[in-house]
């Protein structure tokens, strides 16, 4: 497969990923439209197949289309109006960094294959993030459990931001999260971005080239 081919499956793997992120209107909190992004990642991820021949690449990319499968499944699970849409929202959070986790780790051992430092070391920079990330909501979980209180009989139901895992929790306790989630991100976006510029640089300056096999 040439490098130039592969370039472009990375760009289109880049933008299903940013328009997954900015497209997410919610109806009652639910995401209606996580599930089609998902499955348009399944369907990007699937075009590095050719490249990925090695034992190590070959798991690593079966491992990423199998997150990403099973987050189109928990979006389509979010389509039920039974299901609480905050905790969902977590656990949905969580299979997301693990897919960027699994794809990270299917790129960086490639670009190691390949010695493409550059673009490796950028790629692994955003780890610490997405680590703290999973850290911070799986704390959140925790202490909405611990802290939060059960519905009141009789009352209005909370907002659907307030009703984590059967627990009702403040608004400022949320609003706290999401900017704690808000700076992570942030700092994991600016190094994943900088290894699949420098990834896709290394493929664009000999696209007639066979890519190296990941």
Same mark, same amino acid.
């Given at each position: 497969?040439?490098?130039?081919?592969? =370039?472009? #499956? !990375?760009?289109? %793997?880049?933008?299903?990923? #940013?328009?997954?992120?900015?497209?997410?209107? *919610?109806?009652?909190?639910?995401?209606?439209?996580?599930?089609?992004?998902?499955?348009?990642?399944?369907?990007?991820?699937? +075009?590095?197949?050719? %490249?990925a021949t090695s034992p190590d690449g070959r798991r690593g990319l079966q491992v990423t289309m199998g997150v990403a499968a099973?987050?189109?499944?928990?979006?389509? %699970?979010?389509?039920?109006?039974?299901? =609480?849409?905050?905790?969902?929202?977590?656990?949905?959070?969580?299979? /997301?960094?693990? +897919?960027?986790?699994?794809? #990270?780790?299917?790129?960086?051992?490639?670009?190691?294959?390949?010695?493409?430092?550059?673009?490796?070391?950028?790629? *692994?920079?955003? *780890?610490?993030?997405?680590?703290? %990330?999973?850290?911070?909501?799986?704390?959140? $979980? +925790?202490?909405?459990? @611990?802290?939060?209180?059960?519905?009141?009989?009789?009352?209005?139901?909370?907002?659907?931001?307030? !009703?984590?895992? +059967?627990?009702?929790?403040?608004?400022?306790?949320?609003?706290?999260?999401?900017? $704690?989630? /808000? @700076? /992570?991100?942030?700092?994991?976006?600016?190094?994943? =971005?900088?290894?699949?510029?420098?990834? *896709?640089?290394?493929?664009?300056?000999?696209?007639?080239a066979p890519a190296p096999a990941a």
């Amino acid at each position: 497969m040439r490098a130039g081919d592969v =370039e472009r #499956i !990375l760009r289109r %793997i880049g933008w299903v990923f #940013i328009l997954g992120l900015v497209l997410q209107p *919610r109806i009652s909190g639910r995401a209606v439209l996580l599930p089609v992004a998902a499955a348009a990642m399944v369907w990007a991820l699937a +075009g590095l197949r050719p %490249i990925a021949t090695s034992p190590d690449g070959r798991r690593g990319l079966q491992v990423t289309m199998g997150v990403a499968a099973l987050v189109t499944v928990l979006g389509v %699970i979010g389509w039920v109006p039974s299901v =609480e849409a905050a905790g969902l929202s977590l656990v949905v959070l969580l299979g /997301f960094v693990a +897919g960027l986790l699994a794809y #990270i780790a299917f790129t960086s051992g490639w670009c190691d294959r390949a010695g493409w430092t550059e673009a490796r070391d950028h790629l *692994r920079k955003a *780890r610490p993030n997405l680590y703290a %990330i999973c850290v911070l909501t799986v704390a959140a $979980l +925790g202490a909405a459990l @611990v802290l939060g209180r059960a519905p009141a009989a009789g009352a209005s139901d909370p907002d659907w931001w307030s !009703l984590v895992a +059967g627990r009702v929790v403040g608004t400022g306790w949320v609003v706290g999260y999401l900017l $704690l989630v /808000f @700076v /992570f991100w942030v700092g994991a976006c600016v190094d994943l =971005e900088r290894g699949a510029k420098a990834l *896709r640089a290394v493929l664009a300056d000999d696209p007639e080239a066979p890519a190296p096999a990941a």
